[in-house]
């Protein structure tokens, strides 16, 4: 499965989506507009594509911001037009699902997160809920004590260094959460 296809697939969410069923106390249309949501925050402004050409080495062009099922989901795109992080706001029941969804917990970010497949972050804080999905690694190649953490614990990542990109800028939003 390529970059494009994990990303536009939405795996980590396929779960979330069949055990909700959906649920919309936004505003928005048909036509994909983004919702208004009140007191949420726009998942384009938690990281910048400075943040993450810092991480990655790869400079984002620019952002795509859809609505998914009452969700504000922000893409970041390279120069060749592949989505490579995406952002997303979740609904409040997302971490009643955590047992069936986590690789290994993160400790230290927001007031709960953990690491799910595809290294994908999820974060809790007391404003939202998001996740965060890297498709590119860190190019640094340290990797942090959580990440390092959940690894050890979790012992399925093939590319662990894509886990520390979507901590890195986890942590990044959930600072601006």
Same mark, same amino acid.
């Given at each position: 499965m390529?970059?494009?296809?994990?990303?536009?697939?939405?795996?980590?969410?396929?779960?979330?989506?069949?055990?909700?069923?959906?649920?919309?106390d936004s505003t928005g249309d048909a036509t994909n507009n983004p919702p208004v949501k009140t007191g949420w925050p726009d998942p384009c402004s938690l990281a910048s594509a400075?943040?993450?050409?810092?991480? !990655?080495?790869?400079?984002?062009?620019? !952002?795509?911001?859809?609505?998914?099922?009452?969700?504000?989901?922000?893409?970041?795109?390279?120069?060749?037009g592949y989505g490579e992080l995406v952002i997303r706001e979740l609904g409040d029941d997302v971490f009643e699902l955590k047992p069936l969804m986590q690789l290994a917990p993160i400790a230290?970010?927001?007031e709960d997160a953990f690491l799910s497949d595809y290294s994908t972050v999820y974060v809790k804080t007391a404003k939202a809920?998001?996740?965060?999905q890297s498709l590119l690694p860190a190019i640094d190649g340290n990797l942090s004590?959580?990440?390092?953490?959940?690894?050890?614990?979790?012992?399925?990542?093939?590319?662990?260094? !894509?886990?520390?990109a979507s901590y890195r800028i986890a942590k990044i939003a959930a600072g601006k959460l």
């Open positions: 390529n970059r494009q296809s994990v990303l536009r697939s939405g795996l980590p969410c396929l779960l979330i989506a069949m055990l909700l069923g959906c649920s919309d400075t943040d993450f050409a810092a991480i !990655t080495g790869v400079q984002a062009t620019h !952002t795509k911001k859809e609505w998914d099922g009452g969700d504000s989901v922000c893409t970041w795109y390279d120069s060749a230290g970010l927001g809920q998001i996740f965060v004590a959580p990440i390092q953490a959940a690894d050890t614990s979790a012992k399925v990542h093939k590319d662990v260094r !894509t886990s520390e």
